[in-house]
């Protein structure tokens, strides 16, 4: 079976006064339908970036996609134009961002935000569009979702919003639903209702999820697959078993060591990442990593390691093994 | 709602009654208020004190501002120093309409005010339209198409227009299109007035009267506006909400329109309203030079001739359209803006 | 667009460099506007023009009539041409320069303090006595400048006799109109002032220094004040542009300053008369103004941009 999104190469960078900004470097995956993805990293890694390149909202300048192919049920979206990628966007491919208090326009009532969508792509009327939008709201668990329909989004709750944004994105079926840290601005109970929010829409309508967060608890609970992300690079990729069971890039075994557990004593000090989050302007040579890497030797200052299988479906890009000593 | 615009109105009036003191200590301090009962004969002195008393001018100064507020002709004055009461004030007051006599024509300040107010609206409300639409216009373009050689052309004409002495423009203005289209036989733009005495006042005449000074008012805050515009435009189209509209995969037209306009526009509403006293301003001149009979020539005239009272009255009543046109524009935001209404 | 070559070292030194002040980071960013340093050249090349004219023609020269030679056209001994009594343009330029440029200068000077106190006060001291000045403040704001101005300069003209400064003869309307100008302009700033200290006045350094014993004037004056820096600047720098503007509003409606002292404005007042047939009368005064205005305007601009308050807290 094809795969639904395929991704080959993506780079993307950023032309700024300062220099050029290499936010992402080559990557490369894979969603097959009714997948889970997780894409997890850190602040600044890239990760946003990837997936807005996917959906063509880089700003073209400063922005560019420079290299690579994003293939869309066979069709190159790079390659498309814009009218070609408005009836991708929202329609087959949808989107939710962080901030639900920005991400919805102040001035528009929430109904009128959602049928759109509708009239847009499905070319519904207006009246079969607001019905439609309220059973929407309803789907997304809004109570009294026919009064909501003309309420404004200031008058929404934060997690309210949130679920709004789902309602938005879901309004057209679309075949992938890409999240990119929308739960990072809502409290934590907000959050674990939200995620079973998606995992139930999932199951129901069946679609490939893309979930983009910076916390490793999310995804252990949500993803099937997971990649990790680093200075616009994949630095590991495996299944949910193989990244929290079996770690083997130096990051990830430094992030899964930096969250905090409940169940250590109190006289553990906190684990932390030394070091600087890497400055996209100005990348070292070799792997970007190796400045903070406790494992790091001399090759990693000199050559940047690819991505290579260590294991099923699992891959690593280091030069050293971190159970023994060097590995190539 | 309601309460909001009582509320506004109520905050109005410490205000207003501010404004009034600082206008009647200067309208005070300015000048002889008995000159315009002189004409040619010289006043008697005798003449001259009862005249004084009859219209409250030696009282307290405290009392002259009441005075001239509500005027003195339901209290009783003391007219030949006596110490008795006799008749009546002859004041109105400024809150019925009553600024006194124009030292210049001796008639009631507030005839002669209404008679050139209609003439400067007209041309006011024009500009206002002119300017909203060409803002609009030129803004929404330079700020969708940023860096291009439009946007820069209209960035450098804004700055000129906005940087100008507004008779400089209209002096130049006046030298292009009716001095040297006169010159080289082309149809040229008359300069003076509102219409041609001969053919009397029509509107065809009042419209081709009109440009020249439309013209110059309008360039100068289209120069300002338009850059205003292609700022918060581009304020907006940089926020998330917008962002959130492209990836549902809406075209371009309506995210511009629909999205990204409502919420640069909120913020022109306040800038339009509050457009009224530079708009004025602009009048004065404008109106001098192209010898329009308005209000803004009136008190050009006035401040020559230093006829105390319209100088005044038209201050007077400025400042309270100007006051007004506040409110009225606090309100209008607060309608167009959901976000405040329900508060 | 630059691209450096990353080595090892080179790396490991970048993480080490210093942070910039925000003043380098303000300055980086003003470098980086074109218009802006255009419009410094622009002010620089009018202050050559101001000053260094001054050596080449006397201020005699200036008001020196010559009927014989009245209103003719740019030639070889009077390229700006002469005016309605034969005085040259060009050295009336030159010295009316002089004087618009002061009395912008001057202007702001008094707008800003004034702004700047009252400003201040209202916004530290809050309660009754913000109420009262901010009432004030808006009722002044109200009335248009222009009525205000005409009016101010009409009542205060006369009052103040010549005087010698530096060499030169000042009609006494100067200083009335450096007043008049400069006390009705200084509402808005008063207004940003304000809002700035409201919002400063709650942060915790001036809780520490007030814990530390500082009285309320070195509060004002040496914590608070500075980190408003940005937008007196700007707003000072706009303002000598509208108080130019303002000053040939004034002088062309006759009210201003009064000749023989020339200003760009009173000049334009004079020229009025001969529109059509002397257009060098007035187009040469009013280009140097709009020269002067559109180089501030950029500077202002730039200057905007680069104090941006938002901007300072990004690292560069």
């Given amino acids: 079976m094809a795969p639904l999104l395929e991704v080959q190469d993506l780079t993307t960078r950023f032309y700024t006064l300062d220099g050029i900004v290499h936010a992402v470097n080559g990557i490369s995956y894979t969603v097959e339908e009714g997948d889970t993805l997780g894409i997890v990293g850190e602040s600044g890694c890239g990760k946003s970036v990837s997936v807005l390149s996917v959906m063509g909202l880089i700003p073209e300048p400063p922005g560019k996609i420079a290299a690579g192919q994003v293939l869309y049920k066979g069709q190159d979206l790079l390659q498309l134009d814009r009218k070609q990628m408005e009836r991708i966007r929202g329609k087959e491919i949808a989107m939710v961002f962080q901030d639900p208090m920005t991400s919805l326009n102040p001035v528009l009532t929430i109904g009128r935000q959602i049928s759109e969508s509708l009239i847009v792509h499905l070319g519904m009327g207006q009246e079969e569009a607001r019905r439609r939008s309220v059973e929407l709201l309803d789907m997304v668990g809004i109570p009294q979702a026919v009064d909501r329909y003309s309420d404004y989004p200031h008058q929404f709750s934060g997690g309210m919003r949130q679920r709004a944004m789902i309602a938005m994105a879901l309004a057209c079926s679309p075949n992938i639903f890409i999240a ?9 109970t907000i959050q674990a209702q939200i995620i079973d929010l998606v995992k139930t829409l999932r199951d129901q309508l069946g679609m490939a999820v893309i979930w983009i967060t910076h916390d490793l608890g999310i995804i252990a609970g949500l993803a099937e697959k997971v990649l990790v992300m680093y200075a616009g690079f994949f630095v590991e990729r495996g299944s949910v078993d193989d990244i929290y069971g079996d770690p083997r890039h130096p990051y990830t075994l430094a992030l899964l060591k930096s969250v905090p557990r409940v169940d250590r004593t109190s006289k553990e000090r906190l684990a932390v990442i030394s070091g600087l989050p890497p400055d996209l302007l100005g990348l070292p040579p070799g792997c970007p990593f190796a400045p903070r890497c406790t494992y790091a030797v001399e090759q990693c200052r000199k050559e940047n390691p690819c991505l290579e299988p260590i294991g099923f479906g699992h891959e690593i890009a280091c030069w050293v093994d971190v159970t023994t000593g060097r590995e190539r | 709602m309601t309460r909001y615009i009582i509320r506004r109105l109520l905050q109005t009036i410490p205000l207003l009654l501010i404004i009034s003191v600082i206008l009647f200590v200067l309208a005070n301090k300015m000048g002889d208020p008995l000159a315009s009962f002189g004409g040619r004969r010289r006043i008697r002195s005798g003449d001259r004190e009862r005249l004084t008393r009859k219209l409250g001018l030696d009282k307290p100064i405290l009392v002259q501002y009441a005075i001239w507020l509500v005027g003195n002709d339901w209290m009783k004055v003391d007219i030949d120093g006596d110490g008795i009461l006799d008749e009546y004030g002859t004041r109105k007051g400024v809150l019925r309409g009553d600024f006194g006599k124009s030292f210049m024509e001796k008639r009631p300040v507030l005839e002669i005010i209404k008679e050139r107010v209609s003439n400067t609206l007209i041309l006011m409300l024009t500009c206002e339209v002119v300017i909203l639409i060409f803002s609009l216009l030129i803004g929404i373009y330079s700020a969708l198409r940023q860096y291009s050689t439009l946007d820069y052309v209209f960035t450098a004409f804004s700055f000129i227009g906005y940087s100008m002495p507004i008779f400089w423009l209209a002096l130049i203005l006046m030298y292009i299109f009716a001095v040297n289209f006169k010159q080289w036989g082309l149809p040229y733009f008359p300069t003076i007035g509102m219409y041609d005495l001969a053919v009397g006042r029509t509107v065809g005449q009042i419209t081709w009267h009109m440009v020249l000074p439309v013209a110059t008012i309008s360039i100068m805050s289209v120069a300002g506006y338009s850059r205003y515009v292609r700022s918060q435009m581009l304020e907006v189209i940089s926020q998330d909400y917008i962002r959130t509209a492209y990836a549902k995969g809406l075209p371009e037209r309506m995210v511009i329109m629909g999205h990204a306009l409502k919420n640069a526009a909120l913020p022109l509403v306040t800038i339009v309203g509050m457009d009224l006293p530079l708009l004025l301003s602009g009048a004065v001149v404008t109106e001098s030079i192209f010898a329009w009979p308005g209000m803004g020539r009136l008190f050009w005239s006035a401040a020559q001739d230093t006829d105390i009272p319209v100088l005044m009255g038209i201050l007077v009543i400025i400042s309270a359209l100007v006051v007004i046109f506040q409110i009225i524009t606090d309100i209008t935001y607060t309608f167009l803006d959901p976000r405040i209404r329900y508060d | ?121 209202s916004g530290y001291y809050g309660g009754h006595i913000d109420a009262i000045l901010m009432r004030f ?125 020339a200003t760009w404005g009173n000049m334009l007042d004079q020229a009025y008369h001969h529109l059509d047939s002397e257009p060098w009368m007035w187009f040469f005064p009013g280009m140097l103004i709009l020269l002067t205005v559109l180089g501030i305007n950029f500077v202002g601009d730039g200057l905007r941009d680069a104090l941006d308050p938002r901007a300072l807290t990004q690292t560069e």
């Fill in chain 3, 137 to 261: 403040t808006e009722a002044m704001f109200n009335i248009p400048q222009l009525f205000l101005l005409i009016l101010l300069a009409k009542f205060l003209s006369g009052k103040i006799p010549t005087f010698k400064l530096l060499g030169r003869s000042f009609s006494g309307s100067v200083i009335v109109i450096i007043g008049v100008i400069g006390l009705t302009s200084w509402m808005y700033l008063a207004r940003i002032v304000r809002a700035n200290f409201l919002s400063l006045k709650e942060q915790e350094f001036v809780t520490a220094a007030r814990c530390i014993g500082s009285r309320n004037f070195s509060i004002i004056f040496e914590h608070i004040l500075p980190n408003s820096v940005a937008p007196i600047v700007v707003a000072a720098t706009l303002g000598v542009a509208s108080a130019i503007i303002n000053e040939a509003y004034v002088s062309f409606l006759g009210l201003g300053v009064q000749p023989p002292t």
């Fill in chain 1, 180 to 188: 990119d840290e929308p739960t990072t601005a809502l409290d934590v």
């Fill in chain 3, 1 to 121: 667009m630059t691209t450096t070559e990353v080595t090892w070292e080179f790396f490991e030194e970048q993480i080490e460099r210093p942070p910039l002040t925000p003043a380098q980071v303000a300055w980086r960013r003003f470098r980086r506007h074109k218009m802006a340093l255009v419009g410094v050249g622009l002010l620089i090349a009018i202050f050559l023009y101001v000053t260094v004219g001054a050596f080449f023609y006397s201020e005699a020269d200036a008001n020196r009539t010559d009927l014989s030679i009245t209103l003719s056209p740019p030639s070889p001994d009077h390229p700006l041409g002469t005016d309605g009594t034969g005085r040259c343009i060009l050295a009336r330029t030159i010295y009316g320069g002089q004087i618009s440029v002061l009395i912008g200068l001057f202007a702001v000077i008094v707008s800003v303090t004034v702004g700047v106190l009252i400003g201040a006060i």
